[in-house]
């Protein structure tokens, strides 16, 4: 029975497709694009999760459990104390410490953006060897293969100084070199490689940004001589494995709880790997939905096109129905074209997709770096589940799509009337109810006041904020038809004489579906393009005035491995004090930082001199403090200063108390004010940083501010410091705000490419639209030309349509912008990440694209008037 | 060379490339230096005395001969020597007739002198390896388990008294500042999750101190000596855990719970402490303790040589039941071999010594047999596969008079020295 409308589909639909080839690929294009951002950021995704390694899974194995203290480092005597607890339970202790470094930085290299973090794993390497991992990986730390070379000596290998231990992948790429140059705090270390990580077949691949050193010798490289960042265990196999895990956890719970909190919490892999995936799932799921945008407007250029086919085959369809085809089978047909088409499309996209995946997981995998956690992203591969989802998001989109011409196609009567009115209204009735669109904003506005969903980790998806988005949307869309009878009436009154633009504003007075659907797309891509627009230039302002207000210092000075959050690069103590002691400095502001855990949710803690930060430079603030207190050392003992991104993880305001872990035990502070921080979206806390140091008996810092003494050339004094300091990375303050800016700007700079394919879009669906407007009006045309109009006066009639279209979609999609510049800047991005915005709006820019939207529309409708008005009456295209 | 052992250069240099050969890692190779020299204590030479150096070469210390021991320093840690272990072996009896062997060795190894900054936490001065194992009779059965770490919070031996630690292992005084010549001794041991026992070691001799003067020569070379320290009888009490081995069923595994034994028995302990030790031509050596029923013991080991040929080092001593020791010759006759699967090495699994009573100056004829055929140590961290395990001695009418412990190496085939 499907031998007819395979016989349809050959005969009718493959004709039309070589007739018109490069139309048909455009349609599987553009339903590949849309298929392929979809895929690509779900590739990203998916990497940027898979590669949260729980690194000493691959030199150890997966430990059973970890204890890890909730703030600051643990100190080795905890390891005597946990062998002695644990009596003789057969139980691997192994300590790791762990930190990050950096490839030097070339001098003509400015970006800190997209270096290699390497991890750097500290594990007694020779304790590994009593793991039945270690014995079937042959394990060898401390010893050349080559037997008869003098260097294969166990004690001088062992005892050699610091060494590392790379992955393959890294080991290959640095070829025979026998050192690596990395920065590990604010010191540039040239260390000696000694070999590759050796690894057992069954064992997960080692990250190629591991990088693996004997535990005592990472710990003098970063300064932690006595301390440990975890304990992980191990119970040796055998009997009762369960039950000696469970008893373990008991015990292990047991001792890190004291009278006054808790010393460590115990974890295990698998829990941690869940907290990061938690940790971005709401970054994640803002990618996705900012991907399922480019599928909708693929779905509504698709629609596009196929209405417009349906209206040019009309005539064919006619004599088909009357040959006696079935309306069914005709729908079959169509149906099973715009199959084809959206497996085509999906397939396309998935390699589309694929390939743009080896790009987006590296600016995926970049920007959880920075805010996140230090990943090992590499590349994405496509697994059999993300084919099948391409291939059916292809054919479910393009079947959607194709659904309503379809029914239009089998709708057709037997014998075309010549009647416009029969054809002309895709859409619902419904659709044209002014009333749909009033409720649908209504609901939207109701929704926009919703809080955003939490997840646990901190992470925080504005799901209201975006179904608000979608109502305006949709409702915008639905509203703004009513625009074009509106332009009819005034331009008709303006411009009585004109038969042109009377023809013209007929078809507007009472617009079609087709008009109606073409003006809310355009609509729909003006005002998201214009409201992200929006939402980065008072993203943009309000960042720069927050960095004019809170850079105040000269020179700006921090590790030159310090990239991102998830780097642990600081300056030690001696070279701190150092640059703040120097003459020509008058002031110096030392900022520590240490990353903790509140209610097991990451934030930041950080110390400065309060003091100074008040007399030196302007805070932003959301909640100023009601008294000078918190800037007093004498007396801020339990004050704290919270950032904007913190009181909104953690739900707190100005005259709240939080209780911090620290080492010294749980310290409880009273918020004294909240100041806004747009530098990371997990939160900071801010304390007396003498009272830091104490707590966390370490006096690093994470970045030193200088203020010079007047007359001082920073400039100078940089490359003086530069010199004697290699290590360091230091700004001077121009230099600093203009790479915030920049780095700003790159982070953005996908959100202009965006502009430009939301407008080339739209302008594309105008020009489709008006082409099936005109094939559906070719006996008009004709009557007009025989009336004695000329192509020219054809053209500029179907110009001011679709100029008029253009307009009105403008006036309304900027209308729209605004409503969703507010929505992202006061509820989406507040939600996400908590970050307070000035509304700013881009002038500019906004005229610049209503001027290019109405200009090109007018020229594409031109264009289109031009070829429309050459068409024969009868004769197909 | 040999870091450890830097005398027996040649062969030192054989072992390495055998085992290069085997793809050892070079961890393995440290440990069959040092398991070489660790198993080859029970060598008593009588060479002329020679001028003795206080230090060796590398800066180690040399056994002085008329040296005051003091105690419980003494069975402590000697750090300034370079090699030194304390090697406890014995039978285990329960209810029922359930019959155990066990061993239980601690090794410390030293860095050569100097060297950087060392961390107290994770030292790289010393290495210490150490092994348990246990034979149960009824199944036949034999556990054995490797520990290596380094210096350091995970494994550490007291200068001050008996206290010497390897992960959750350990070997102490019951009262630290223990004075006596013969005090009470706690182990501390287990086999991976499968076994575990707790023991208290309690001297039914005094100390016995091997050597002349204090000191047990080792060559020509007069620094190759050892301080070599012995409770030749130790009465073992304590408790035996075997868990079920979930190997079988999960249903079994709770079925049976752990199987909680009070043990009794006898065991040997030596302490040896030393810089340097023999070298020469041997491919590996025997090593037996006897412990007679009529409450003497006997202590032999047989260096063998390439030729098959026994050294003349070989020596056995008697030890009275008041602790004096007398030696006696020997001879040692194969009478049965047994291959490993593990390691292809075709160990002898019964011997015949013959030699003579000094109480009686008669000639004896021993029977030597194992409690179990397989008491191999496959050394996966030690590197070279040995054989130590529970014996039965019995006269030549087949009357049993006593247990022993055999030690075994140089046979796998690896090891062709």
């Avoid at chain 1, 953006?113 to 304790?127: E, P, Q, W, Y």
């Avoid at chain 1, 008058?586 to 934030?603: C, F």
């Avoid at chain 1, 307009?807 to 996400?832: C, F, P």
């Avoid at chain 2, 285990?92 to 030293?110: E, K, M, N």
Wanted: aromatic share 8%; net charge positive.
């Amino acid at each position: 029975m499907f031998a007819l409308e395979t016989l349809l589909l050959r005969r009718f639909a493959l004709r039309h497709w070589r007739l018109a080839p490069r139309q048909s690929l455009l349609l599987v294009g553009i339903l590949a694009l849309g298929v392929a951002v979809f895929v690509a950021v779900r590739l990203a995704n998916r990497a940027a999760v898979a590669s949260f390694t729980h690194f000493t899974d691959t030199i150890t194995g997966q430990s059973d459990w970890i204890i890890q203290p909730a703030a600051g480092t643990l100190p080795e005597s905890v390891l005597p104390e946990l062998r002695a607890a644990l009596g003789p339970r057969p139980v691997h202790i192994f300590p790791v410490v762990e930190s990050t470094a950096a490839r030097v930085r070339r001098t003509d290299e400015s970006a800190q953006f997209g270096r290699t973090t390497f991890t750097l794993l500290g594990v007694d390497l020779i304790a590994v060897a009593n793991l039945a991992r270690a014995h079937s990986a042959n394990a060898s730390y401390f010893g050349q293969p080559d037997g008869t070379d003098t260097r294969s000596d166990f004690w001088s290998a062992f005892r050699a100084g610091p060494q590392i231990w790379l992955s393959s992948t890294l080991a290959t790429s640095l070829g025979s070199a026998r050192t690596l140059d990395l920065v590990i705090n604010e010191q540039l270390h040239a260390l000696a490689i000694a070999g590759v990580i050796p690894t057992p077949k069954d064992a997960p691949r080692v990250p190629a940004n591991l990088i693996l050193l004997d535990l005592p010798q990472l710990q003098r490289l970063t300064g932690k001589l006595g301390r440990l960042d975890r304990v992980e265990f191990l119970i040796e196999p055998g009997p009762r494995a369960d039950e000696r895990r469970d008893e373990l956890r008991a015990l292990l719970e047991k001792l890190g709880t004291t009278s006054d909190g808790e010393r460590w919490t115990v974890t295990s892999p698998g829990a941690r790997r869940d907290t990061a995936a938690t940790m971005t799932r709401a970054f994640r799921l803002n990618l996705t939905v900012l991907s399922l945008i480019a599928l909708l407007v693929g779905l509504y250029l698709i629609f596009q096109a196929l209405d417009g086919a349906v209206v040019r085959r009309r005539s064919e369809i006619a004599i088909l129905r009357s040959l006696g085809v079935e309306e069914r089978t005709i729908r079959r047909a169509w149906l099973a074209e715009a199959a084809v088409l959206g497996l085509l499309g999906g397939a396309l996209g998935l390699l589309l997709g694929w390939a743009g995946a080896q790009f987006s997981v590296r600016a995926v995998g970049q920007t959880v770096n920075a805010l996140y956690y230090a990943t090992t992203v590499e590349s994405a591969g496509l697994d059999t589940g993300e084919i099948a989802l391409g291939l059916l998001l292809g054919l479910v989109a393009s079947l959607l799509a194709g659904w309503w011409p379809a029914r239009e196609a089998a709708r057709t009567p037997p014998a075309q009337v010549l009647v416009r009115s029969a054809s002309a209204a895709p859409g619902h009735g419904a659709l044209r109810s002014a009333w749909l669109g009033v409720a649908l904003i209504a609901a939207g506005i109701v929704c926009a006041q919703l809080p955003p969903l939490r997840f646990a980790s901190g992470g925080r998806f504005p799901l209201a904020g975006y179904v608000a988005a979608f109502l305006w949307i949709f409702g915008g869309g639905v509203l703004c038809g009513f625009l074009l009878p509106a332009i009819a009436r005034v331009t008709r009154r303006a411009r009585e004489s004109s038969a042109v633009a009377r023809v013209a504003l007929s078809h507007l007075a009472a617009p079609s579906g087709r008009h109606r659907l073409a003006v809310a797309a355009l609509l729909c891509a003006i005002g998201m393009t214009a409201g992200m627009a929006i939402l980065v230039a008072s993203f943009e302002t309000t960042v720069r005035g927050w960095v004019q207000r809170s850079l105040q210092a000269d020179l700006y000075i921090s590790s030159n491995g310090a990239q991102s959050a998830s780097s642990q690069n600081r300056i030690s103590p001696p070279v701190w004090r150092a640059l703040a002691h120097d003459p020509a400095v008058a002031e110096a502001s030392v900022l520590s930082a240490y990353p903790i855990e509140l209610d097991r949710t990451p934030t930041i803690f950080t110390g400065a001199d309060l003091r100074v930060v008040r007399a030196r430079s302007d805070l932003s603030w959301v909640q100023a403090p009601l008294d000078d207190a918190v800037f007093d050392a004498t007396r801020n003992a339990t004050l704290a200063l919270a950032s904007e991104s913190f009181c909104e993880r953690f739900r707190k305001k100005r005259g709240d108390t939080v209780r911090v872990p620290t080492p010294a035990g749980p310290q409880t502070l009273t918020l004294a004010g909240v100041y806004a921080d747009y530098g990371n979206e997990r939160g900071s806390l801010l304390v007396e940083r003498a009272r830091l140091v104490a707590w966390f008996g370490d006096d690093y810092a994470a970045n030193v501010s200088l203020f010079l003494r007047p007359g001082t050339d920073a400039e100078s004094l940089r490359t003086a410091l530069l010199a004697r300091h290699p290590g360091l990375a230091i700004y001077t303050n121009a230099a600093l705000r203009s790479e915030i800016l920049r780095i700003f700007r790159q982070t953005f700079s996908i959100t202009y490419a965006l502009e430009v394919i939301g407008v080339a879009v739209a302008v594309i669906g105008l020009a489709l639209t008006l082409i099936s407007v005109l094939l559906d009006r070719r006996e008009e045309l004709t009557t007009l030309r025989a009336l004695g109009f000329s192509h020219r006066e054809i053209a500029r009639a179907t110009a001011v349509e679709g100029t008029a279209i253009a307009a009105s979609a403008v006036t309304g999609g900027l209308l729209l912008s605004l409503a969703l510049g507010w929505l992202l800047i006061y509820v989406i991005n507040k939600q996400s990440f908590g970050w307070t915005l000035g509304f700013s709006l881009p002038w500019a820019q906004l005229a610049a694209l209503a001027v290019t939207v109405v200009a090109t529309g007018a020229a594409v409708s031109y264009a289109v008037g031009r070829w429309g008005a050459d068409l024969p009456a009868d004769r197909e295209e | 060379m040999n870091p450890i052992f830097p005398e027996v250069g040649a062969r030192w240099r054989a072992i390495q490339h055998s085992l290069a050969h085997r793809r050892n890692p070079p961890v393995t190779r440290l440990l069959v230096a040092l398991l070489l020299g660790t198993l080859c204590p029970h060598s008593l030479f009588t060479t002329l005395r020679a001028q003795i150096p206080l230090t060796t070469a590398e800066g180690f210390a040399v056994p002085q001969p008329g040296h005051r021991f003091t105690f419980p320093r003494d069975h402590g840690n000697h750090p300034d020597f370079k090699i030194e272990w304390w090697y406890v072996t014995g039978h285990l009896y329960a209810d029922a007739g359930r019959r155990f062997g066990f061993q239980a060795t601690f090794f410390r190894s030293a860095a050569p002198r100097g060297g950087a900054e060392d961390s107290a936490t994770f030292g790289s001065g010393h290495i210490f390896l150490a092994h348990m194992a246990l034979l149960d009779t009824q199944t036949g059965k034999f556990l054995h388990q490797e520990k290596l770490n380094r210096a350091g919070w995970d494994a550490a031996a007291s200068p001050a008294t008996l206290d010497v630690r390897n992960g959750p292992w350990s070997l102490r005084l019951a009262d630290p500042a223990d004075t006596s010549s013969a005090p009470r001794l706690l182990l501390t041991g287990s086999i991976r999750a499968e076994a575990a026992f707790t023991l208290t070691l309690t001297p039914a001799k005094p100390l016995v101190i091997f050597g002349e003067d204090g000191v047990s020569r080792k060559g020509a070379d007069p620094t190759a000596a050892s301080y070599y320290l012995t409770f030749s009888r130790l009465r073992a009490d304590g408790e035996l855990t075997l868990f079920a081995n979930s190997n079988t069923s999960a249903l079994a595994a709770s079925d049976s719970p752990a199987e909680k034994l009070r043990v009794t028995g006898e065991a040997w302990m030596d302490h040896e402490i030393s810089s340097s030790q023999l070298s020469g031509g041997q491919v590996g050596w025997d090593w037996l303790s006897v412990h007679f029923a009529d409450g003497r013991e006997l202590m032999l080991y047989q260096l063998r040589r390439v030729d098959g040929t026994a050294d003349p080092a070989s020596t056995l001593t008697w030890v009275d039941a008041a602790g004096k020791t007398q030696r006696a010759p020997f001879t040692l006759e194969v009478l049965d071999r047994w291959k490993s699967p593990a390691t292809g090495a075709a160990y002898p699994s019964r011997l015949r010594l013959t030699t003579t009573d000094p109480l009686t100056h008669a000639a004896v004829q021993l029977d030597i047999e194992p409690l179990a055929k397989n008491q191999e140590l496959t050394g996966a961290l030690g590197g070279i596969p040995y054989w130590e395990g529970a014996c039965r001695i019995r006269d030549d009418s087949g009357r049993e008079l006593g247990s022993g412990f055999l030690e075994l190496t140089g046979y796998a085939k690896a090891v062709q020295l």
